[in-house]
């Protein structure tokens, strides 16, 4: 079956602009993750969804950062204003649930540049 | 911010042999699981040990875990060319969400 897809692939953005990414789950995966791979920082935890509902936004690094989820599937990580720092790879990943036990499955990541 | 530290933070190692990760995390865990990631890229689920069990096999992976000491291992056996990737350890902890920790990474080349 499909797995975890996102788009784009890679972006590259001028500085101050908005950007969008898209994540597209496991199909019957309720629980959605978005993380953030950057030489300085690492692998992050930026956001967990439950169904359409956040109940744990703790990684996000600025109010410019914000996710959405519809229909308990798509989820959308959009970032205001993007500053240099932003460059990162953005990743998403989704499992059946969101307990401990449950294993993540990862999506091939976007690639994001700001110029 | 990161769970922990893991070492050696690179590998170099001739097809056959065999490597060893190494994973500390800070903070009380329900489990901890090692990824693989290829190219800087998405990442493959490798193994889950629970903070209760102390060893687990999968394949030529065997995974320990001392939660005394607040650390993990992952050895490889029989290193293939294809094993070459970087390897992440991800640690869970108390809350209910599945949000993973994760470790720094070691990045594994296996020479043919």
């Known amino acids: 079956g499909a797995g975890v897809s996102q788009s784009p692939s890679n972006k590259v953005t001028e500085k101050g602009k908005d950007v969008e990414l898209r994540c597209d789950p496991i199909s019957g995966h309720t629980a959605l993750y978005w993380y953030r791979q950057s030489l300085g920082q690492g692998l992050e935890f930026l956001i967990y969804?439950?169904?359409?509902?956040?109940?744990?936004k703790s990684g996000l690094p600025s109010d410019r950062f914000s996710a959405e989820r519809t229909g308990g599937s798509v989820s959308t990580l959009t970032i205001q204003r993007t500053q240099q720092e932003d460059s990162a790879v953005y990743l998403c990943?989704?499992?059946?649930?969101?307990?401990?036990?449950?294993?993540?499955?990862f999506g091939p990541g976007t690639r994001l540049t700001v110029t | 911010s990161q769970q922990g530290e893991e070492d050696p933070q690179a590998l170099s190692i001739q097809e056959g042999e065999n490597a060893t990760m190494n994973c500390s995390y800070k903070?009380?865990?329900?489990?901890l699981q090692w990824y693989r990631q290829n190219s800087g890229r998405g990442l493959v689920h490798l193994i889950l040990?629970?903070?209760?069990?102390r060893e687990k096999h999968s394949g030529r992976l065997r995974v320990t875990l001392d939660t005394s000491k607040k650390s993990s291992s992952l050895l490889i056996t029989a290193s293939r060319a294809a094993d070459t990737a970087s390897y992440f350890c991800?640690?869970?902890?108390?809350?209910?969400?599945?949000?993973?920790?994760f470790g720094q990474g070691t990045t594994l080349q296996v020479k043919p």
């Open positions: 990943a989704s499992s059946l649930v969101g307990l401990a036990g449950n294993e993540q499955y």
């Open positions: 040990i629970r903070s209760n069990e």
């Open positions: 969804f439950q169904g359409n509902s956040a109940p744990d």
């Open positions: 991800a640690t869970i902890g108390s809350s209910n969400t599945g949000k993973l920790i």
């Open positions: 903070t009380s865990i329900n489990n």
